[in-house]
């Protein structure tokens, strides 16, 4: 079901959608509507949406324009995947600078989101490897943006949310592996405090990291999880191994919304916190299942049900302790309306290029809502606060209703940002956050 | 593998030659857009491509046919492989009132290839080997009212590669008719998208594998195959009083 609504099926919009095929194309011209460049949809709200206005669709403009394998700089359209890259740069012993939880994101979405990763204490965002890319105004102008030549529409466009102009390819850095595996460790946690404290030992020695949250239980399981973390494989051994076969599923239908109870969520997350007996487990895998879980089975978002889902990823400061976070997941654990799939993560302290990018020094959490209506929305608004107040930013990429004031106090610099918006260019999502 | 693909820039046709880009194959690329074909060109020299040499014409225009397949094969050496994948969908309500706008069609995507086939497949007969894929459709198994003038030329178009496969077999030229059903493509791009749409990709891979497994007709995803069947099996009587 490729119908052009975001990730989250929440909201759900009417717009036309014309393709933007070509990079040499001219942008149309509609009288009186907005146009808004769209990826694959992997964002989760109304930042990839442009209700009763245009969305240009970038998917048939997916082709590589110059690999060189000496140097990892791959130039390609914006509508390339990441699947792609990889199914190109791994085999010649290159791969992703920095890669979100799935592949299926075209790489101008990654830019416009600014993606961060598993290795963001390490590699910051994924606009820090991006050289150079060609922006298409609706003036008819391109220009060619670096750091060096016109830094500013650079700074702007990543993490720009696609309101500077649609980016017609760009060129990247890759970065070397000797092989596609990973060595991998996963450790279960207790507690928020022992979570922290793994993730303070692993970010020296460990590329990757990351972890499940329990985001159920409560009492003397509250703040358990699962931390994962690995390097890149350095074995001479593995160059010659055998990459396993993957079988992909379809979840062919929306799931009926009885299926996703608290019954459910509670089992599988005692499963799989269960499922793994020893305390430390260490394994070494092909790259795909550890970075891209979730992909093995294809629209898993229907398992949502046709009311979808709204996701909820908020950064809060560690520094002065971490109060925010406890009570964030103490008020997402007392709804009993989270999910099974909760992330917890530590941001490093690099910093990004775009102006409007969401990491930061912090701790940040991820997690999907079935929706079901008010109470859904309520707990989400009150979260959205709670956030503020922690002096914390909620991601564009998977919001559907932060308040346009949080929102200017999430990225302060946002006035600065909006000089640089296309006058042609809206989108439901900025519609919504600079009223 | 020396291919030529005519109809370089459809995108059903740049999903089957970045397969065969991956296994190193030499290129003629023959279109009517200069930019579209360098861009296809850098797509699949960095997938592989030895060489890609690109032809810029309009293949509606059967005058050049003879040079530019002389041309080709001048520059890449003698095909092995040809790919015709070029073709219009024309709006059917104008094309019903309007003789300019069905002759276009039938030129396009019937008369023109003939004349591509005819000398094509004249240089392969004496050479005793080659393949010939040409991308017809599903549109083409039967004449409904939505789409006739288009199913007439894609009509015309496979019942003349049948014709063709069967003279060529005695001379060790294969030819391969591929209809695809709903393909999501720049062509389709007005048309409402259902559930049997697919990606090009998914023609590329099966276009890929037919000329492998060097097969007669190859309908594209397989399940338009038995669709096919069915409807072509329904009684003119009642496939007349239907809307389709
Ligand atoms: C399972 C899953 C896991 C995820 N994990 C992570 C994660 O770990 N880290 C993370 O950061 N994100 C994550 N995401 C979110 C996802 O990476 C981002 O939403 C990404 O931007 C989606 O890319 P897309 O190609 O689908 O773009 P879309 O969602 O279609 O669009 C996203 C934005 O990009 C803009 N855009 C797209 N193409 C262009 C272009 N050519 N020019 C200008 N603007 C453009 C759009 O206007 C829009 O603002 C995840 C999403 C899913 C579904
Ligand atoms: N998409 C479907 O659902 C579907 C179903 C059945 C059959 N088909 C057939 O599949 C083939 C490929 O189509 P597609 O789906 O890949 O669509 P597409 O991407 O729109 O490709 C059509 C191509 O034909 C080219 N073309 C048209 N007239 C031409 C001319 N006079 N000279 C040179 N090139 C010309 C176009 O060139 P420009 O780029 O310059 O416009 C375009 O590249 C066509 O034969 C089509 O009939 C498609």
New binding site residues.
């Given amino acids: 079901m490729d119908d052009y609504q ?2 989250g099926r929440y909201p759900q919009v009417t717009q036309s959608v014309l393709g ?1 095929n070509w990079r040499g194309d001219k942008l149309p011209t509609l009288s009186g509507k907005s146009i ?9 709200g109304d ?2 949406l442009n209700e009763n206005n245009v ?2 669709s ?1 998917r048939a ?1 997916d082709r590589m324009i110059a690999f060189d394998p000496a140097s990892g700089v791959l130039r390609c359209e ?2 390339v ?1 990441l699947e792609q890259i990889l199914n190109l740069a791994v085999p010649q012993g290159w791969f992703l600078p920095v ?4 592949k ?15 290795n963001h204490h390490r590699a910051g ?2 606009g820090r490897h991006v050289r150079a890319f060609e ?1 298409l105004r609706s003036d008819g102008s391109r220009r060619v943006c670096s750091e060096r030549s016109d830094g500013g529409l650079y700074a702007a ?1 990543i993490g ?9 390819w760009a060129e990247i850095q890759l970065r070397p592996i000797l092989n596609p595996f990973i060595e991998m460790e996963s450790i279960k946690f207790r507690s928020l405090e022992e979570f922290f404290q793994i993730s303070a030992d692993s970010d020296r020695n460990f590329e990757y990291t990351v972890a499940w949250l329990d985001c159920v239980s409560s009492g003397s399981a509250f703040g358990r999880g699962i931390f994962m973390r690995g390097n890149h494989s350095r074995s001479e051994n593995d160059k010659t191994r055998k990459i396993p076969g993957r079988q992909k599923l379809v979840v062919p239908l929306d799931f009926p919304a009885w299926a996703l109870n608290r019954l459910s969520v509670k089992a599988f997350n005692t499963l799989y916190y269960g499922k793994q007996v020893a305390r430390e487990k260490k394994s070494s895998v092909y790259y795909d299942p550890f970075f ?1 879980p ?2 093995a089975v294809l629209q ?2 229907r398992i949502y049900g046709k009311n979808g889902l709204v ?1 909820f ?1 908020c950064v809060v400061p560690v520094q002065g302790g971490h109060q925010a976070i406890r009570e964030i997941l103490a008020t997402i654990v007392a709804s009993g309306q989270a999910s099974f799939l909760a ?1 917890l993560k530590e941001f490093g302290a690099i910093s990004s290029p775009g102006i409007l990018s ?2 930061r020094p912090g701790v940040t959490l ?1 997690l999907d809502f079935a929706m079901r209506g008010e109470r859904t929305l309520a707990l989400l608004q009150r979260l959205d606060q709670m956030v503020a107040q922690a002096g914390g930013a909620m ?4 919001d559907a209703l932060m308040r346009a004031e949080n929102f200017k106090s999430y990225y302060p610099r946002w006035a600065e940002f909006a000089e640089y918006v296309d006058s042609q260019i809206s ?1 439901s ?1 900025w519609r919504r956050v600079s009223r | 593998m020396k291919i030529a693909v005519f109809g370089a820039t459809s995108a059903i046709a740049q999903a089957a030659c970045r397969i065969w880009a991956g296994r190193g194959a030499e290129f003629l690329l023959a279109g009517r857009s200069a930019d579209r074909l360098e861009a296809v060109k850098g797509d699949l020299t960095v997938h592989g491509a030895q060489t890609v040499v690109v032809c810029c014409c309009d293949l509606s225009d059967t005058s050049r046919h003879a040079e530019i397949i002389e041309q080709g094969e001048r520059a890449i050496g003698p095909f092995d492989l040809v790919l015709i994948a070029y073709g219009t969908l024309p709006d059917q309500a104008l094309a019903e009132t309007d003789f300019l706008q069905a002759q276009n069609a039938i030129n396009t995507n019937f008369l023109s290839v003939v004349s591509l086939l005819t000398e094509l497949a004249k240089r392969m007969e004496t050479r005793h080997s080659g393949t010939l894929a040409v991308i017809s459709s599903v549109a083409g198994d039967r004449g409904r009212q939505s789409n006739y003038v288009y199913g007439a030329a894609k009509g015309g178009l496979s019942i003349y590669l049948a014709g063709l496969r069967n003279r060529l077999f005695h001379k060790g030229v294969k030819v391969l008719t591929i209809k695809p059903g709903f393909v999501d493509t720049p062509m389709t791009a007005a048309i409402k998208k259902g559930p049997l749409f697919v990606k090009p990709a998914v023609l590329g891979a099966g276009i890929v594998r037919a000329v492998d497994r060097g097969s007669d007709v190859a309908y594209l995803p397989w399940f338009w195959m038995p669709i096919m069947w069915i409807i072509r099996s329904i009684p003119e009587g009642v496939f007349k009083r239907m809307r389709l």
Avoid: E, M
């Fill in positions: 975001s990730w933007f808004l460049a769209q990826g694959f949809c992997r964002s989760y930042s990839c969305v240009l970038t403009l914006s509508g995947s890669t979100p939880g799935t299926f994101v075209s790489v101008g979405g990654a830019i416009a989101n600014d993606v961060h990763g598993k965002t994924f922006l466009t720009g949310l696609g309101l500077t102009g649609v980016i017609t891209y979730l992909d898993w978002n996701q990823q992330v969401f990491p991820c991601y564009p990429a998977k989108s999502f």
